[in-house]
Antibody
Framework: EVQLVESGGGLVKPGGSLRLSCAAS????????MTWVRQAPGKGLAWVSS????????YYADSLKGRFTVSRDNAKNSLYLQMNSLSAEDTAVYYC???????????????WGRGTLVTVSS | EIVMTQSPATLSVSPGERATLSCRAS??????LVWYQQKPGQAPRLLIY???TRATGIPARFSGSGSGTEFTLTISSLQSEDIAVYYC???????????FGQGTKLEIK
């Protein structure tokens, strides 16, 4: 079955750190750019970071640069998000998504995981 | 930075009626626009890419149109299972960043 499964969320104190994981299965993980998208409670979707298949290219939302680090292990079919210096504003469901493309001119998130909830609170 | 604005915030439509959702970009994104559907408690689901191309398995009652700065998602005959929040997203600056609209909540009247 083609799927993405996130894990690693939970309750963390302000200023703390957390590492999220995304396990991929059913497709050739190493061929795809992978992305993290987050959604604060009751709010909309916000792109966090994307990483190219070999990790050569990494992009972050401007507001997160320096605190979040994305990585991947293609041998383990896994994507990671290291989050440091967390604040209440980082409370959200974090989704892992696969970037698909059509005709090398359209890009979209065609496969999503169910998400993992990160709560930052004292 | 491109800002995506969706309207209305909430839309109430009777079953079988047409639903029209709008998305406006602060600058031209050509046809580099995607629509997603998110039902309560679920992950987003791809509906439309390239502003007007339905994704695999998406019913024909869903259609997308527009280019430049003005885009529309139309559901021709609303079904109860279409109740969800709908998001537009641009990829004009691929791969450097993606921007989502704030969403339109579609309700049954």
């Amino acid at each position: 079955e083609v799927q993405l499964v996130e894990s690693g969320g939970g309750l963390v104190k302000p200023g703390g750190s957390l590492r999220l994981s995304c396990a991929a299965s059913g497709f050739t993980f190493s061929s795809y750019t992978m992305t993290w998208v987050r959604q604060a409670p009751g709010k909309g979707l916000a792109w966090v970071s994307s990483m190219s298949p070999t990790g050569s290219y990494i992009y972050y939302a401007d507001s997160l640069k320096g605190r979040f680090t994305v990585s991947r292990d293609n041998a383990k079919n896994s994507l990671y998000l290291q989050m440091n210096s967390l604040s209440a504003e980082d409370t959200a469901v974090y989704y892992c998504a696969r970037e698909d493309s059509k005709a090398s001119r359209h890009w979209f998130f065609g496969l999503w995981g169910r998400g993992t909830l990160v709560t930052v609170s004292s | 930075e491109i800002v995506m604005t969706q309207s209305p915030a909430t839309l109430s439509v009777s079953p079988g009626e047409r639903a029209t959702l709008s998305c406006r970009a602060s600058q031209s994104v050509s046809s580099n626009l995607v629509w997603y559907q998110q039902k309560p408690g679920q992950a987003p689901r791809l509906l439309i890419y390239g502003a007007s191309t339905r994704a695999t398995g998406i019913p024909a009652r869903f259609s997308g149109s527009g280019s430049g700065t003005e885009f529309t998602l139309t559901i021709s005959s609303l079904q109860s299972e279409d109740i969800a929040v709908y998001y537009c997203q641009e990829y004009n600056n691929w791969p450097f960043m993606y921007t989502f609209g704030q969403g339109t909540k579609l309700e049954i009247k």
